[in-house]
């Protein structure tokens, strides 16, 4: 008779070694997807994902305040202010001024008005001498500029303003007056404003002049405000 081979449970050491199995996989795979990238997020190899982008940051770049440069000094006059007044925007007179006479001399005022739409500036003693014979021929020597005087200051002049620089003129009535030197009659005044290489005429019908070398006019002041 034939025998039946009795049937074999499973153990439970093989269940628990398929669970154990089971686990295994379970968590390769979990350590599979945790090697893949997360969206947004950077990839194992270092490159950037497809997810979203992130805005680059803007830097605001510093304002910079540009100064006007300063003016260049003059080449043929260095020494002449910066904004020297132009001699188109100058309007020249000569007028006696009673306040500056004294014994033996007549003061007369040069005054220089500014007829440009801008501020500008002078400085210093003008050039001015007596002309005639109707042709410009100067008579005499200029007046003269002291060696030593008044504070030369830079005067700026607004528009429609003026400087004025004052004259002492010898009086010459009477054969040269105390002068005693040789007369003629001018018919006018050339003026240079200061630091200015243009003549103006300003007539003046009858002005005498000394024709020879004495000193017969000198400054009483530099330009000044008015």
Not at 8 to 36: D, K, Q, T
Not at 134 to 147: K, W, Y
Not at 181 to 210: N, Q
Request: hydrophobic share 35%.
């Amino acid at each position: 008779m034939s025998s039946t081979a009795p049937s074999r449970r499973p153990s439970p050491f093989r269940r628990h070694s398929l669970v154990v199995s089971a686990l295994a996989v379970a968590g390769a795979a979990v350590v599979g997807l945790s090697g893949c990238s997360a969206p947004g997020g950077d990839s194992a190899s270092g490159g950037s994902s497809g997810g979203a982008s992130t805005s680059p940051s803007v830097t605001s770049k510093p304002t910079i305040s540009v100064s006007p440069p300063a003016p260049s000094p003059d080449p043929q006059d260095p020494d002449a202010p910066g904004r020297q007044c132009p001699d188109e925007a100058l309007k020249v007179a000569v007028t006696e001024d009673p306040g500056g006479s004294g014994a033996g001399s007549t003061g007369y005022d040069i005054v220089f008005t500014n007829t440009g739409g801008g501020s500008c500036e002078l400085r210093g003693y003008p050039g001015v001498s007596v002309v005639g014979h109707g042709d410009g021929t100067q008579l005499g020597v200029p007046a003269e500029r002291p060696s030593a005087g008044p504070a030369i200051q830079t005067v700026s002049i607004q528009p429609g303003g003026a400087a004025t620089a004052v004259v002492r003129v010898a009086n010459l009535q009477g054969g040269g007056g105390a002068t005693g030197c040789a007369t003629a009659t001018g018919d006018g005044w050339r003026v240079y404003p200061p630091h200015s290489f243009a003549a103006v005429f300003v007539p003046d019908a009858g002005v005498l002049a000394c024709t020879d070398s004495t000193v017969w006019m000198d400054f009483a002041s530099p330009v000044a405000n008015d």
